[in-house]
């Protein structure tokens, strides 16, 4: 029993690496697209959202599976409890990633390639988020889970910046106005990223130490 027990958690842990490096690679290939406005990556994520979400239920089903036939205890069950939640946060995320490429193909294509403002610091900062939220799920580090909590607060800053840039720039140009909004549209959907690898960092402090820390850190 405990072989098999230890071989399906194995294989679990295997396939949400995937899943996570999927995710981490398809936010990084949308947002590289800001100034590139590469054709072939951004078709390339708005098309892989389906394999993300097979992924994620496949997942899923494991964890059901799992908690159903060995009945997990203590720290095992609060493993798989967390990585059902992680799974789901992993899965909109891709959503987000579908959603920014959108938005930047719509701009690339409306004749104003030129974005407002310079989306790549917010961008860095929310891809380092998001990798630090699944490193200390694998690596089972709760400190570096704290750590994402104050780069939350940045993230939000820079939403704001993107706001206010936004708002200042429809009033010069109300003509652009559909690629000025999808530009609006970019920095919200990068500050969601950034939530939900916050809400990964929740989960993993909850693994690690059973400790429920869920709007604590705002």
């Known amino acids: 029993m405990h072989h098999n027990y230890q071989k399906q958690i194995d294989k679990l842990r295997e396939n949400f690496l995937t899943l996570g490096s999927l995710v981490e690679d398809r936010v990084r290939k949308a947002c590289s697209a800001f100034n590139s406005s590469d054709q072939a990556d951004l078709d390339m994520v708005i098309r892989s959202d389906y394999e993300i979400d097979e992924m994620e239920v496949e997942i899923e089903e494991e964890c059901l599976k799992i908690l159903a036939l060995y009945q997990p205890v203590a720290k095992d069950l609060r493993y798989i409890i967390a990585l059902i939640k992680i799974n789901s946060e992993v899965e909109r995320i891709g959503d987000y990633a579908v959603k920014i490429a959108m938005r930047v193909k719509f701009i690339s294509e409306h004749g104003n390639q030129v974005f407002p403002m310079d989306y790549r610091p917010m961008a860095e900062k929310v ?62 959907h990068l500050e969601r990223i950034a939530d939900r690898a916050t809400n990964i960092a929740e989960e993993v402090i909850y693994m690690v130490h059973g400790d429920i820390v869920r709007g604590e850190h705002n």
Do not use: C, W
């Not at 988020?129 to 704290?146: G, R, T, Y």
């Open 127 to 188: 891809i380092a988020m998001l990798k630090m939220s699944l490193d200390a799920l694998v690596d089972k580090d709760a400190e570096l889970a704290h750590q994402i909590f104050l780069l939350d607060d940045e993230v939000d800053t820079m939403r704001d910046q993107a706001y206010d840039i936004i708002k200042a720039q429809l009033r010069k140009q109300p003509d652009h106005a559909g690629s000025l909004l999808n530009g609006y549209l970019v920095a919200r």
